[in-house]
């Protein structure tokens, strides 16, 4: 309580500042493909008040030309992580 918030829709704004550690991917939701979130592409386009689910509207995979993304918050490997 106290801070009041305009409303509960997540925006670009929230994209800007990613937790330690952490990073964002966008995963498409048809192949499977992820990609690093290009925040700062968005927001440039957008305006970092534009509802996060707008903004994925306009991502398409590279890999299936599919428009249907969601966003997701990785943990970074360690050093020599095989994943990657
Ligand atoms: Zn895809």
Do not use: Y
Request: net charge positive; hydrophobic share 35%.
């Amino acid at each position: 309580m106290g801070s009041r918030s305009p409303d509960r829709i997540p925006r670009l704004s929230l994209w800007q500042k990613t937790p330690r550690g952490f990073i964002r991917m966008a995963a498409c939701l048809a192949c499977g493909h992820m990609a690093p979130l290009p925040v700062r592409d968005l927001v440039r386009r957008h305006g970092d008040m534009c509802p996060v689910e707008m903004a994925l509207l306009h991502l398409r995979c590279e890999n299936c030309r599919q428009s249907k993304a969601e966003a997701r918050l990785i943990p970074l490997c360690e050093p020599g992580c095989r994943k990657w």
